[in-house]
């Protein structure tokens, strides 16, 4: 199938849909002609629909044999379905709904895929070799910035084992309800990415010394591992934590900017020579702790690179690897679908636990799910958030969802794990981060350069179109699909290769060839005072 404009093409999820998406690079013109002889009423852009039937007012739209909407007005076939012809429906309730009811066929381990990584002393593996520097505050990033330029240039070429040096910061830690009930989120947060497998366990803190979220309270006494077996006493009973690696800019030793400088880049010295010693070796797939998430998405996302995740996800998963799908007004509106995947009902449960606070957390701000869907998703073709979560929520695969976080926490279990985060980019990859995320993939239809430095982001493109154009940002194409020149199946084993190539250091993503870096955005529904 080719989606040359001279060839009308037109996609259907499902034999009970009752529209299709224009394929064509450019849409199609009024009097084309689709196989099966339907003539275009209106002129439909690429990734939009197309009404395949008369469908009368009141009538459901069908994509993905799931209601996307009800038809405001008579719409005759051949005609553009778009949002302003669409009421979307209700949110699905949460009572009610099918619990561990699906038991997909057992598939067989995935064997003998290994990648080169850096094996910790907590048990997890990196994926790279990074020296973090945790911020307690937004106050301190200018200084931290500064320490992290001279540490790159000065420091860092003296050990070439290490791959970056990168400051943490955020805009938390002062001027807000430290004590509020939610507040929890972003302080685990920011501890759990402090201890992210790329950091190798090395743990130092900048702090301003006035702050609320003071260092102890961030990383309080059995919260750091243990680095090195040295640190055991000899009789292997007694467990010593190393001690709080903290530079407090307010510490009455700091006379001027350059000493504060001076003080950070001292600190730093010991972290860069340990984690300099260390070396990849060769560990099993099933220590790849995988976070999926889309960004700019349009109508080819649900076609093409978030099932092509999907394929991917079920290999992760049967190669006995961590993959996290998360983004909850993005899957909200196929709970049904997720708890009747569940491995036991309490995961069940604890799904509709997350996504009932999420509609609570929605109502408080006096919106609710529908706010989610952007300029960008409309203009590539999604109608509202239906539509959207329906094409987001394949990148989960078909494996049974064995694990629910909350935001924040952190992963302590292998294969399909549902990790609540908001669908907001920056915050869904800092959430992911903190949970133990080593490897990131990130699927774009309208095209974002979104990176993250703590870890490699794997950038996925729904259409060729933007592949071509953005071909030194994309590292898959998945419209290849689309074009009928690969499969799902194919991109999917080529976006598990990959991973592991990338995973071992053998190949950058285009984000580190870059180093595309966004920043980390705690997630924070407590109030700010």
């Not at 073709?381 to 987001?392: D, T």
């Not at 995320?437 to 974002?448: A, D, I, P, S, Y």
């Not at 994309?474 to 080529?494: K, L, Q, T």
Request: hydrophobic share 40%.
């Amino acid at each position: 199938m080719s989606t040359d404009t001279r060839q009308p093409i037109s996609i259907r999820m499902h034999d009970a849909d009752n529209v299709a998406i224009i394929a064509n690079d450019g849409g199609l013109p009024p009097g084309a002609v689709l196989p099966g002889g339907l003539v275009l009423v209106d002129r439909i852009p690429q990734g939009h629909k197309v009404a395949l039937v008369d469908l009368p007012r009141g009538a459901a739209v069908l994509r993905y044999n799931v209601p996307i909407g009800y038809a405001l007005k008579d719409i005759p076939a051949g005609s553009w379905v778009h949002e302003r012809l669409l009421e979307m429906p209700a949110a699905r309730g949460l009572d009610g709904l099918p619990i561990a009811t699906v038991k997909p066929p057992a598939q067989g381990p995935l064997q003998g895929y290994t990648f080169e990584g850096y094996r910790n002393a907590d048990g997890s593996v990196g994926t790279r070799n990074i020296l973090a520097i945790t911020t307690t505050v937004q106050c301190v990033a200018g200084v931290v910035d500064f320490a992290v330029k001279r540490i790159k240039a000065e420091l860092l070429p003296k050990f070439p084992n290490v791959d970056d040096v990168v400051g943490l910061e955020h805009s938390y830690g002062c001027g807000v309800a430290i004590d509020a009930p939610d507040a929890i989120i972003p302080i685990r947060t920011l501890r759990n990415i402090s201890l992210n497998p790329n950091f190798g366990g090395e743990v130092m803190v900048v702090s301003l010394g006035c702050e609320k979220l003071q260092p102890e309270r961030l990383l309080p006494p059995g919260s750091i591992p243990i680095l090195d077996r040295r640190d055991v006493p000899s009789g292997g009973e007694v467990q010593v934590e190393p001690p709080l690696d903290v530079v407090c800019l307010q510490s009455e030793n700091h006379v001027g900017f350059m000493s504060m400088i001076d003080s950070i880049m001292q600190a730093a010295v010991p972290h860069l020579e340990r984690l300099d010693a260390r070396r990849r070796e060769t560990v099993p797939a099933s220590e790849l702790v995988v976070g999926v998430q889309c960004g700019g998405s349009d109508a080819f996302s649900g076609v093409t690179a978030n099932p092509a995740v999907g394929f991917c996800t079920d290999l992760l998963v049967r190669a006995g690897a961590s993959v996290m799908f998360s983004e909850t007004t993005e899957v909200r509106d196929g709970i049904a679908q997720l708890t009747s995947r569940a491995s036991t009902p309490e995961v069940a449960q604890a799904m509709i636990r997350e996504m009932a606070w999420y509609d609570a957390y929605l109502h408080k701000g006096m919106v609710d799910r529908s706010a989610n869907t952007t300029p960008g998703n409309k203009k590539g073709g999604l109608s509202n958030i239906v539509e959207k979560a329906m094409g987001s929520i394949v990148k989960s695969g078909s494996a049974p969802i064995s694990g629910v976080l909350a935001p924040g926490e952190k992963l302590n279990q292998k294969g399909l794990i549902y990790a609540a985060t908001p669908a907001s980019d920056f915050i869904c990859g800092t959430l992911q981060l903190a949970a133990g995320m080593n490897l990131h993939v990130f699927t774009t239809g309208r095209g974002t350069p979104y990176g993250l430095a703590e870890c490699p982001v794997i950038k996925v493109a729904t259409r060729s179109d933007l592949a071509r154009r953005w071909h030194d940002l994309m590292d898959i194409n998945a419209g290849r699909i689309a074009d009928g020149e690969a499969s799902i199946a194919d991109v999917g084993w080529e976006m598990f290769h990959l991973m592991l190539d990338v995973a071992s250091g053998r190949k950058k993503t285009w984000a580190e060839h870059w180093k595309l870096h966004n920043a980390l955005v705690l997630f924070n529904p407590a109030p700010v005072t």
